[in-house]
């Protein structure tokens, strides 16, 4: 499992990563000249093919065919099996088809490993250890004096997991919320300031409904010459930084932070403020390095800069002499590589924009601000957010939808919920309002983070609130109920640990070794995703993992009553599976940013 740019010190937990060693010094033991076919290891596609494949025999046996040396693959199979050291982690091996090699998985080993994981902790044990990397995250990045809308909710969500996910691998990370904090439209927003509220140098103005200004102010801007040219001016003036438009800019600024704020203490999203605005110096300098450098041409007025590859050029100094979106990206992502000292750059803004960030890696990459083979720089990029009627996520008045009007329909909704399974007759009201809120931010999140975030994806209360199917809901509650499991049975956790300790941890049934297994692949899955940086495969980790439970919880007995109910019997061993199951739960819930219930 190699991550792009991340060394891996410690794969931890990952079975792909052994299997790929020892395959890999079997193969080159085997086939010194085939050193460039890759290693293949996959999970098994039926129970009764192991419970992992290798599948590079056929590679090997196009290679030597090629040189001549005509093979079948099964043969080439044979060889490399012949080479392959021993191993605790293999109970055996099989050539099946073509020439696939299916691997049996030890028992014993497996157990031992889960064993660990419940007396060490999922970190400690199944964690890939990586050379740890300061990385810049950009995300939510809404725009001052507009409402935030869903495409910001979801780059939030996205953001805010990955940024949790690089955390939970210790790396370095600073989360930034580059808000569209600077430019044209504060001239008209200012403008509408003065004149609606005249002493606002004394008296803080009470704007209100910020978003109802913002649209005051734009048909003032479109109908009235005269205010136009006033808001010209407080543009010239603004980045002259006039002491008195200054102020009014902040606090037009002061009034949308506190919206801001408001939706990320909901939804326990941390991120610091570093809007457009911050740029402002750097981006004089940049215009300066780029004009000393040679980089920028004249075109109708315009300083522009086309950069390798790109077919738009990047206007850097507008024919008015103003900076654009493109100078403050350009001064941004340069103030990231070499303040900042990033070595992995990632920016979580809507697929629209991919050109336009694509342009500006290309021109950071031919000033030579980054060698691409040494960071990674990259747009995570996601789809919109559609209605039920698959149009464009709208109200039903064809407005746009208020983030905190959204947070509260999830609020009514899972409380709804709640009641209709009278959950609020068991619950004390500070339970009942936890849960009311994990479940419809979880909601809101997990909906989001479980769909493959390159497409567009549909937003609808009832699906993201169903207690089946791979949604928020079933997994919270599936986690409530087996963190119950252990707390019914009165045993703690030292008890568990203790029991591991003295007596090791047994596995015979088939659902236990099932669900040992899906356990141990968090390694792997944590890997890929810090690899490919997609969420959604943690979610479907996530799930695979809940509904493996299901299966060995159905098929096997933790606890066994008698008739009145008593506890007669207690499997250790299988309580255990559930807790450690529990923890490797809880740690993909962290990393999503979904918080978890002890009562539901
Ligand atoms: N404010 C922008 C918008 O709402 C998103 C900014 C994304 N980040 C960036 N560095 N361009 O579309």
Redesign the pocket.
Known sequence: QAVKYVQVEDYAGSIIAKLTALFAAAMKAAYPVAADVGILITEATRANFGDYQFNSAMAVANTLTKAGQKTNPRDVAQNILAKLEPSDLIEKTEVAGPGFVNIFLNRATIAKRVGQVCMEGVKAVLLPRVASRRAVV?FS???VAKEMHVG?LRSTIIGDSICRLLEHVHFDVLRIN???DWGTQFGMLIAHLQERFPNFLTETPPIGDLQAFYKESKKRFDEDEKFKARAYQCVVKLQAFDADIVKAWKLICDESRKDFERIYERLDIKVTERGESFYQSRMGAVIKELTERGFLKEEDGRKIMFATGQSVPLTVVKSDGGNTYDTS?LA?IKQRLNEEKADWLI?V?DVG?SMHLETIYAAARDLSWYDDTKKRVEHVGFGLVLGEDKKKFKTRSGDTVRLTDLLNEGLTRSLAKLKEKERDKVMTPEELKAAQEAIAYGCIKYADLSHNRTQDYVFSFDRMLDDRGNTAVYLLYAYTRIRSIARVAEVSSDQLKNHVKTKGLTIDHPAEFKLAKTILKFSDCILSVLDSLMMHQLCEYLYELATTFHDFYSECYVIEKDKEGKTVTIRYDRLVLCEVTADVMADCFNVLGIRTLEKM
């Open positions: 950009d990045s809404p725009n910001h580059h808000i569209g990206d941004a920016y803004v924009q």
